[in-house]
């Protein structure tokens, strides 16, 4: 069974930085692309970043490019999302998700993705 658990957010003022984590289980990256999502109160889900398990490869939205790096390790079955230069509108729960990769990174940033985790909710303060 798949399970994808975050942890990490919180309250955080402008400016500042938060690491998100994404422990994985069910599931070895190795063929899996892994994700960041996002979803603001009264807003649509958004996608935030992608990494491909096997190459490491990379993809994120626009809105965060140059704020925001994915990492993952590996070998604890762990994503990352380090994120500077916050901003109040990066307030949103944010969730992990994967699937078996046979789409590229831009289309599961659009698209999504078949497995979620519950999220955690980040807040940035003006």
């Known amino acids: 069974e798949v399970q994808l658990v975050e942890s990490g957010g919180g309250l955080v003022q402008a400016g500042g930085s938060l690491r998100l984590s994404c422990a994985a289980s069910g599931f070895t990256f190795d063929g899996h692309a892994i994700g960041w999502f996002r979803q603001a109160p009264g807003k649509e889900r958004e996608g935030v970043s992608i990494i491909e398990g096997s190459d490491g490869s990379t993809y994120y939205a626009d809105s965060v490019k140059g704020r925001f790096t994915i990492s993952s390790d590996n070998a604890k079955n762990t994503v990352y999302l380090q994120m500077n230069s916050l901003k109040p509108e990066d307030t949103a729960v944010y969730y992990c998700?994967?699937?078996?990769?046979?789409?590229?990174?831009?289309?599961?940033?659009?698209?999504?993705?078949?497995?979620w985790g519950k999220g955690t909710l980040v807040t940035v303060s003006s």
């Open positions: 998700a994967a699937e078996r990769s046979i789409h590229s990174g831009s289309y599961y940033l659009l698209f999504g993705m078949d497995y």
